[in-house]
Each structure stands twice: as structure tokens, then as C-alpha cells.
């Protein structure tokens, strides 16, 4: 299992693909810790680049989609996609 995450620049984000269900948890549960805002993120189901997934507004109105890849009944990838110039079409 892989997590890739695509953001701005500016943006606080892991730089190479995560590898690993235990790894990708673990960053998870980092960014929660260290992000309580995100608790707090609303999202609805959306087809992300053909995959199933989310679009996900923060409360600050930004916008970020996952895009959830499986195989065989497990999810192999998840992609993360919180730039704003990549998701300007994208609406909530």
C-alpha cells in the first residue's frame, strides 16, 4: 500500500510516497495530532480521477480531495491532493 500526497509548495506534506498500511496510519494519526482543526473537515463521496474517493472541505473553505486505488478487494494506493491550482475546478 502506497499514500502519495500532491500540495502546494507552501504546504506542510510528506515529501515521497508513503509505504506501508502501519506507515500510512501512523502519518495519519501524526497529522490529526498535530492538526486538531482537521477533525472537523467535511467531505462527500466523489469520483477522483476515476477512482472512488472524497472531495473534503477544511474550515478555512479550502478544498482537498483522496482518491482511494484498490485491487482485489484492498486498497493499494491512496492519493491526497491538497493544491489549490490543481483544484480550482474541483467544488464542494
Not at 500540495?7 to 501524526?30: K, Q, V, W
Not at 474550515?59 to 482518491?67: E, L, P, R, V, Y
Not at 484492498?74 to 489549490?84: E, F, G, M
Request: proline fraction near 4%; charge should be positive; glycine fraction near 6%.
Amino acid at each position: 500500500m502506497r499514500c502519495c500526497i500532491r500540495t502546494a509548495a507552501a504546504s506542510a506534506a510528506a515529501l515521497n510516497p508513503i509505504y506501508g498500511a502501519d506507515r500510512i496510519a501512523r502519518f495519519f494519526a501524526g497529522v490529526l495530532r498535530k492538526n486538531s482543526a482537521l477533525a472537523t473537515v467535511a467531505a462527500r463521496p466523489a469520483t477522483v480521477n476515476g477512482l472512488p474517493g472524497f472531495v473534503m472541505r477544511e474550515d478555512d473553505g479550502s478544498i482537498d480531495t483522496m482518491a482511494i486505488e484498490h485491487r482485489d478487494g484492498r486498497i493499494v494506493a491512496i492519493y491526497l491532493t491538497r493544491n489549490p491550482e490543481k483544484l480550482r475546478h474541483v467544488r464542494f
